[in-house]
């Protein structure tokens, strides 16, 4: 439908409300009706830059899992799958408000065991599926999928069309590539299949000490504030949990919206004009430094 060619009475209903809204502006701030409107023609036009925080790696460990899931925020938290803790861990996830992923377990270059659940190159479609809907089955809430290891997996383009095609299957997921390896496909092959995706930009404890995790933050919000988004993948460490519990209640002052997974897919489908730009591969490569090959390993 042509946005611009409404019919008259809604067009009329809509600017009605629309000046009721700058009135209501007015008589609230003080600022004329003008100004009132500018400020929201700005607000709309440039949001507050925005950052989603996955915490993965979640479910071996009930206490970190506990300060994970309870973490200020719309943080997103994401669940090893047939681990001791996941299910009950995800439940109340899901009652923090927090969106509930399955961090899918996928098979890595190093031979290093990826745990229960894994997906392998190996597997046959009928066993990649039959190992994905118990994986999907053993947690609670699933918004989502991000992969935990899978440096050799998220290279096969096969391995990942059967994944994004069950996706669409059971429809209403949406994936994350973790970015365990430069020449990921993950993300192109749920492009490719219209299953809504984002990727991780920066992973904020490849080293576990306060002042790496602090140096690592600081390029999420410098990405995010340059780009309009940004999207951090990290673990429940304790020297992270730490840093977090301090450092997220200090974002609203420094005008950074922190948004899970959902609302910053929401928010890219927008129209161009209010849109956070995408990050170029350049200003990828730069942010990702070293790290775009690490793989993550769940620590108990
Ligand atoms: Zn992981």
Request: aromatic share 4%.
């Given at each position: 439908m042509n946005r611009r060619e409404p019919n008259k009475p809604i067009r009329f209903a809509s600017a009605a409300r629309r000046w009721g809204r700058w009135l209501l502006v007015f008589s609230i701030t003080g600022l004329s009706p003008w100004a009132a409107a500018q400020e929201t023609l700005h607000a709309a036009a440039s949001p507050k830059p925005a950052i989603v925080i996955i915490i993965d790696?979640?479910?071996?460990?009930l206490d970190a899992g506990l300060r994970a899931v309870r973490l200020p925020g719309p943080v997103t938290t994401a669940f090893l799958p047939h681990t001791r803790y996941a299910r009950r861990l995800a439940r109340v996830a899901h009652r923090h408000g927090k969106d509930v992923m399955l961090h899918l377990p996928m098979q890595a270059d190093d031979g290093a065991t990826p745990g229960p659940g894994a997906i392998t190159l190996a597997m046959s479609e009928e066993e990649f599926h039959r190992t994905l809907q118990a994986d999907l089955a053993s947690?609670?809430?699933?918004?989502g999928i991000n992969n935990h290891m899978g440096s050799l997996l998220t290279r096969q383009p096969q391995s990942m069309l059967w994944l994004m095609q069950a996706i669409n299957r059971r429809g209403a997921l949406f994936f994350v590539d973790?970015?365990?390896?430069?020449?990921?496909?993950a993300q192109q092959v749920a492009a490719e299949n219209g299953v809504p995706n984002l990727r991780r930009?920066?992973?904020?404890?490849?080293?576990?000490t306060a002042a790496a995790i602090a140096i690592q933050f600081e390029r999420l919000l410098n990405l995010a504030r340059h780009n309009g988004s940004a999207v951090a993948i990290g673990h429940p460490h304790g020297a992270t949990l730490d840093f977090l519990e301090q450092r997220l209640p200090q974002l609203e002052a420094e005008g950074i919206r922190i948004v899970s997974v959902q609302t910053l897919l929401q928010q890219r489908q927008l129209p161009a004009t209010h849109q956070a730009a995408q990050p170029s591969a350049t200003e990828l490569a730069s942010a990702n430094g070293n790290d775009p090959a690490r793989e993550t390993h769940a620590t108990p």
């Open positions: 790696d979640i479910g071996d460990n947690i609670p809430h699933v918004a973790s970015r365990t390896t430069a020449a990921t496909v930009d920066v992973f904020l404890d490849n080293e576990t």
